[in-house]
């Protein structure tokens, strides 16, 4: 059984980096797009970002686009969320996730029904 793992989370301040990673055991992620969601205390959890299994591309929300960085290594079966100049705002739980076989498009690669497997999550903190 495939299971995900998410680190890297932690503190950081305004106008720094930070990068998350996903790592899968138990099976290759090369069949499986791959989406980052992240849910702030009372709020619903949101998609962050998505990258595609097969040519590679992303998608990003609005808020994020032009700051966030998705990728992923087939070689050590792991994904990333590059997260460049993040803006101050409550804490939030990162969480990856995995959708097998999936082709995300402008207007699926958010909705999480389409994710089979989700990581714990990690916890991003972005303040002074």
């Known amino acids: 059984q495939l299971q995900l793992v998410e680190s890297g989370g932690g503190l950081v301040q305004p106008g720094g980096s930070l990068r998350l990673s996903c790592t899968a055991s138990?099976?290759?992620?090369?069949?499986?797009?791959i989406g980052w969601f992240r849910q702030a205390p009372g709020k619903e959890r949101e998609g962050v970002s998505s990258?595609?299994?097969?040519?590679?591309?992303?998608y990003y929300t609005d808020s994020v686009k032009g700051r966030f960085t998705i990728s992923r290594d087939h070689a050590k079966n792991t994904a990333y969320l590059q997260m460049n100049n993040p803006k101050p705002e409550a804490p939030a739980v990162y969480y990856c996730a995995a959708a097998e076989y999936f082709a995300p498009h402008d207007n699926t690669w958010h909705v999480q029904d389409e994710y089979d497997l989700w990581g714990q999550g990690t916890q991003v903190t972005v303040s002074l």
């Open positions: 138990g099976g290759t992620l090369r069949f499986y797009a």
């Open positions: 990258i595609s299994m097969s040519d590679g591309t992303t």
